[in-house]
């Protein structure tokens, strides 16, 4: 009789046990590249990052650094800075984290040969050396004040990664609150809580992430219940209706990221700075949010992005103004002298092309802003290709007026440095000033951020004045998910981090 | 047939060296360069540069050649430059999701094409016929994005019938499961998975075959061999099945196999609608990232499968009608 009732309790509770398992199934629209955080390059990527694996740091909703396997830091000079490292954090295969950890990360990431896309980021760092096994210490080539801001990649296991080599990426160690249980690419990732994880144990067991390619059968997937949560992109057209609808929780923050209209100073048309600023008088950047974005992504202004420590509004700004555009056209000497209904000067029409990537919100962008130009008199046309393409024309500076959009800005650095120095590496539009060469240098130097936050206020107030970009929106960033999962913080980085202290109650 | 087997087996090297030659310099004639794509805006030249050497990118064309083709030769297609993994990893994981995928397509396809084709040809001008028209024409003309939303918003959202997405688990795992103690609830819920993506993806198919059924039949119908048999007072049911089927089925077999080769790297829309990891999914994303090792290997792969299709419909029409003969 004993036996019968332990084979009855194996074979009709063990499912039950089994099933009591707490499964987050989440929804990606592309698979990551990589699990190897050296050499992340996407946003999959940087979310597996956060689950698992611990930085130095960790950015904060406010993006400001917080200590991760860092205890403390501080810059003993302008060149070095000493991190020590908390104790008794072990790897996912057991072995302790220790110094030598964070030395192989980062001296890999430097390595010209590893072939990291965000090694420029780190360049600054001469070399880094383990002062003990819990202090590492940071040389730096010159001061380097975003240096910090950096510091959230993910720490991997010295032994491990060196003997796995390129096959690390698929065989992640991590020391994060969940390891990777198995990876069928292009398709799911099982990821499954770490009892070992350092700061506790997550509350749930399993995180289960689907890749759904299309933006809206991800919506379906979670409006019929096959999955929990899902975040940006979404269809901004379906927002409205979610909210009426009150089934899901709709989270909506503004990004690190924005999208501009890149003029390019070196065209002979462009190169007037009151065409530019006719160009942004003309370019409805609240109708643009409102219409084509839902409100999804706000009305830009600059680089300087709201939510985040460094934000001003002591910025120039372009209402839009078709008189004071028509006005600002003339000045600079185009008329439409033979009533085509065209502006010319000297012969030349005033044609301009506009283009960016294959996306359907940017194209709509584009044959907005076409409409709106013709009516001061400019003949815009509009091309939109694929994105190698594209992005190699403007990297060659072929191309008048692009659209595009830069991403993860964690750093007012990263939003200028290789963009507004004359020599910057990504100032595709030839845009040169003396003055914000001198400002960016000095920005890297100082270590205060009050200090910091004025210089890049003078940057900020500098390029809306002369607008080598004209910013159209700061991006938004919208988290949906179901009622039953509690505890989940927004994070205008789309950081994962707070699955380690979700529940879900269903 | 051996030899003529043979023989066609031989020349799949000349097709696929071909192939090889056409994918890895085309690849590298289009507009935009992987180091470019890998290292985004951000980029700087100096990046760029050193990318482009560790890829070996920066040698001359013909060395870059010879050296993708020795490699090939011992079965190494290189590593994705995107994925990190091996390319014949890449395509083998991927390649029973699309096997999957076509084939079930293509059983929906005989299943439900050949029987409308031939009910609409036997009862042609009635309303069974209009019927099966009218089917086959919003097949060719619905375009498969719409019609993979719509299934999936009525047999999911709404009814709550089917899974909205993905390949959980894939069927041929779970068919090879069953050996090895796995359960009939695999099987099923891998089938329901499948269901609607290849549905869709057979839908077009469907109406072209059944369209292609049908025409085929009314003209062996009206053959005189047809009317002999009805005079020598044959069964209808006979003289349909037997005797006009088995003639009419030889430009099906064609158009079929055909299907197949667009099966296999066309689902790409079906895919991506259906998460479907497949292989059609991956060679997309590979030519819109520049992922140069994985397009040559997956085309190669594409080619040999389509290739081997080909072979087996062609030595299908001497086991069909005896008349042809390979020798």
New interface residues.
């Given amino acids: 009789m004993r036996h019968t009732l332990a084979l009855f309790a194996l074979v009709f509770l063990f499912p039950f046990a089994l099933g009591q398992e707490t499964v987050l199934r989440a929804g990606l629209d592309v698979?990551a590249?990589?699990m190897?955080p050296r050499?992340a390059?996407d946003t999959s990527a940087e979310r597996m990052q956060d689950l698992i694996y611990n930085g130095l740091i960790r950015l904060d909703p406010q993006v400001v650094p917080q200590p991760d396997l860092a205890l403390s830091w501080e810059f003993t000079s302008d060149t070095t800075l000493v991190v020590n490292l908390r104790s008794g954090v072990v790897f996912h295969n057991g072995q302790p984290f220790t110094a030598e950890d964070v030395v192989y990360t980062y001296t890999t990431l430097i390595d010209?040969?590893f072939?990291s896309?965000r090694?420029?980021l780190y360049t600054p760092i001469n070399s880094v050396e383990a002062v003990d096994d819990l202090t590492v210490q940071f040389n730096l080539a010159h001061p380097y004040a975003p240096l910090l801001q950096y510091l959230d990649k993910g720490i991997v296991p010295h032994e491990a990664a060196s003997s796995l080599g390129?096959d690390f990426?698929?065989n992640p160690i991590g020391t994060g609150p969940f390891s990777l249980e198995s990876w069928?690419?292009?398709?799911?990732i099982e990821l499954v809580a770490n009892d070992q994880y350092h700061f506790g144990r997550p509350a749930i067991d399993r995180i289960s992430v689907?890749?759904?390619?299309?933006n809206?059968?991800?919506l379906?997937?979670l409006?019929?219940g096959?999955l929990d949560f899902i975040h940006s992109p979404v269809p901004p057209q379906d927002l409205e209706r979610l909210r009426a609808e009150g089934e899901l929780v709709v989270e909506q923050t503004t990004a690190l990221g924005y999208t501009y209209l890149n003029l390019n100073t070196a065209n002979p048309i462009l190169s007037d700075v009151r065409v530019r600023q006719a160009l942004a008088h003309l370019s409805d950047r609240d109708t643009i949010s409102e219409v084509i974005f839902f409100g999804m992504d706000q009305p830009g202004a600059s680089f300087l992005l709201p939510n985040t420590f460094y934000f001003s509004d002591q910025v120039t700004t372009y209402d839009y103004d078709l008189e004071r555009a028509e006005e600002l056209l003339t000045a600079a000497g185009w008329v439409d002298s033979d009533g085509d209904g065209v502006r010319d000067k000297d012969g030349q029409p005033l044609q301009l092309e506009l283009t960016t990537n294959i996306d359907p919100n940017r194209q709509q962008i584009l044959e907005f802003l076409q409409g709106e130009w013709a009516q001061a008199g400019i003949d815009a046309s509009v091309r939109v290709y694929?994105?190698?393409?594209?992005?190699?024309?403007?990297?060659a500076g072929n191309y008048d007026v692009g659209l595009?959009g830069?991403l993860l800005l964690t750093d007012p650095d990263r939003a200028t440095f290789?963009q507004f120095r004359s020599d910057g590496?990504?100032n595709y539009g030839s845009y040169a000033n003396a003055e914000v060469d001198r400002l960016l240098n000095e920005g890297r130097l100082v270590t205060d951020p009050e200090g910091r936050k004025a210089i890049y206020e003078q940057v900020a107030q500098q390029i809306t004045g002369e607008l080598p970009y004209i910013f159209l929106l700061y991006q938004g960033y919208v988290a949906l998910h179901d009622q039953a999962l509690e505890g989940y913080v927004l994070h205008p980085l789309g950081s994962w981090r707070s699955f380690e202290s979700v529940s879900l109650n269903r | 047939m051996l030899q003529y087997a043979l023989r066609r087996l031989l020349l799949f090297v000349p097709v696929v060296f071909g192939v090889l030659c056409i994918v890895f310099f085309t690849v590298r004639l289009?507009?935009?360069?992987p180091a470019?794509?890998?290292?985004?805006?951000?980029?700087?030249?100096?990046?760029r540069a050193?990318?482009t050497r560790?890829l070996g990118l920066d040698r001359p064309l013909p060395v870059q050649f010879g050296i993708y083709l020795w490699n090939a030769l011992q079965g190494d297609f290189g590593?994705s430059i995107?994925?990190?993994?091996s390319v014949r990893s890449?395509v083998l994981?991927?390649l029973p999701?699309t096997l999957e995928l076509a084939l079930l397509a293509m059983f929906l396809t005989v299943v439900i094409a050949l029987p409308l084709g031939m009910i609409a040809a036997v009862r042609s001008n009635t309303l069974i016929d209009y019927g099966a028209t009218l089917l086959a024409l919003l097949g060719v003309s619905m375009p498969l994005f719409w019609f993979g939303?719509l299934a999936?918003?009525v047999f999911?959202?709404r009814l709550?019938w089917l899974?909205?997405?993905?390949?959980?688990p894939g069927l041929f795992p779970a068919v090879g499961a069953l050996f090895s103690g796995g359960s009939l609830a695999d099987v099923w819920q891998a089938l329901r998975h499948a269901f609607l993506p290849s549905l869709t993806l057979a839908f077009g198919a469907i109406a072209l075959v059944a369209r292609l059924v049908r025409s085929s039949m009314l003209e062996v119908l009206n053959l005189d061999y047809v009317r002999t048999a009805r005079s020598k007072g044959l069964a209808e049911r006979l003289v349909v099945n037997k005797h006009a089927f088995r003639n009419a089925l030889l430009p099906v077999i064609t158009v079929v196999g055909l299907q197949f080769g667009t099966l296999m790297g066309g689902a790409v829309i079906t895919e991506?609608?259906?998460?479907w990891?497949g292989l059609g999914?991956?060679v997309v994303n590979a030519i819109?990232?520049?992922d140069f090792p994985v397009i040559q290997g997956s085309v190669v792969f594409i080619a040999v499968a389509v290739s081997v299709v080909n072979l087996l419909v062609d030595l299908s029409y001497a086991v069909i009608n005896p008349k042809i003969r390979y020798g």
Avoid at chain 1, 386 to 395: A, N
Avoid at chain 2, 30 to 33: A, F, M
Avoid at chain 2, 82 to 85: E, T
């Fill in positions: 698979d590249g990589t190897d050499l390059r010209e040969n072939g896309p090694r420029s390129a990426g698929d069928e690419k292009g398709n799911r689907s890749v759904i390619p299309d809206n059968v991800r379906l997937a409006e019929s096959d694929e994105w190698p393409s594209y992005i190699g024309d403007v990297i595009i830069w290789l590496g990504s | 289009v507009p935009g360069d470019t794509v890998l290292l985004g805006p951000e980029g700087t030249d100096e990046d050193r990318i560790l590593r995107f994925l990190g993994s890449l994981d991927r999701a939303v999936i918003l999911s959202l709550e899974p909205s997405f993905g390949r959980d991506t609608i259906f998460a990891p999914r991956l819109s990232q520049r």
